[in-house]
Antibody
Framework: EVQLVESGGGLVQPGGSLRLSCAAS????????MNWVRQAPGKGLEWVSY????????YYADSVKGRFTISRDNAKNSLYLQMNSLRAEDTAVYYC???????WGQGTLVTVSS | VMTQSPAFLSVTPGEKVTITCQAS??????LYWYQQKPDQAPKLLIK???QSISGVPSRFSGSGSGTDFTFTISSLEAEDAATYYC?????????FGQGTKLEIK
């Protein structure tokens, strides 16, 4: 069974940092591209970042470029999102998703507030 | 940019539902449709504009290519109350439509 489990969310002050993790199981993680998608409270879905299966190709939404870094460790079946210089508008549930959204995690809530 | 409409629908069970998504430039058939229920992660319903997903009821279908796409629920059921999103996968950023909230009358 495919499983994606996010962790690392929480309350952080503006300007702070957080590192999200996504633990993958039930499939050959190294064969799949991965994405981070977020959803602010009461709002729609926003694509955040993409990483290819090997990690060699990476893209970011303009809203997070220069502040967020996506990475993966295929040996550990894990996806990461390092979030720096956090702003109030980064408050959202963050989901990891496999490929074109065939599987999603349950999400982890990031709250940026003083 | 993906322009999805309508933003809200209120429909009686058994009726047909149609949601449209328009891309600002051609995206081929790289269009995906998701269903999201409250406090749940999105669920993929349709891939590559019209391809069904295993385990998804056959009342859900999609069509279109290029810039204009349509998502259809052939006969609405109460459990279909949710918000529906399109997403383009042709190039980055992989933008989502604004969503359509579907209410059951």
């Amino acid at each position: 069974e495919v499983q994606l489990v996010e962790s690392g969310g929480g309350l952080v002050q503006p300007g702070g940092s957080l590192r999200l993790s996504c633990a993958a199981s039930g499939f050959t993680f190294s064969s799949y591209e991965m994405n981070w998608v977020r959803q602010a409270p009461g709002k729609g879905l926003e694509w955040v970042s993409y990483i290819s299966s090997s990690g060699s190709t990476i893209y970011y939404a303009d809203s997070v470029k220069g502040r967020f870094t996506i990475s993966r460790d295929n040996a550990k079946n894990s996806l990461y999102l390092q979030m720096n210089s956090l702003r109030a508008e980064d408050t959202a549930v963050y989901y990891c998703a496999r490929g074109f959204g065939s599987y999603w995690g349950q999400g982890t809530l990031v709250t940026v507030s003083s | 940019v993906m322009t999805q409409s309508p933003a809200f629908l209120s429909v009686t069970p058994g009726e047909k539902v149609t949601i449209t998504c328009q891309a600002s430039e051609g995206i081929g058939n790289y269009l995906y449709w998701y269903q999201q229920k409250p406090d749940q992660a999105p669920k993929l319903l349709i891939k590559y504009a019209s391809q069904s997903i295993s385990g998804v009821p056959s009342r859900f279908s999609g069509s279109g290519s290029g810039t204009d796409f349509t998502f259809t629920i052939s006969s609405l059921e109460a459990e279909d109350a949710a918000t529906y999103y399109c997403q383009q996968g042709n190039k980055h950023p992989r933008t989502f439509g604004q969503g359509t909230k579907l209410e059951i009358k």
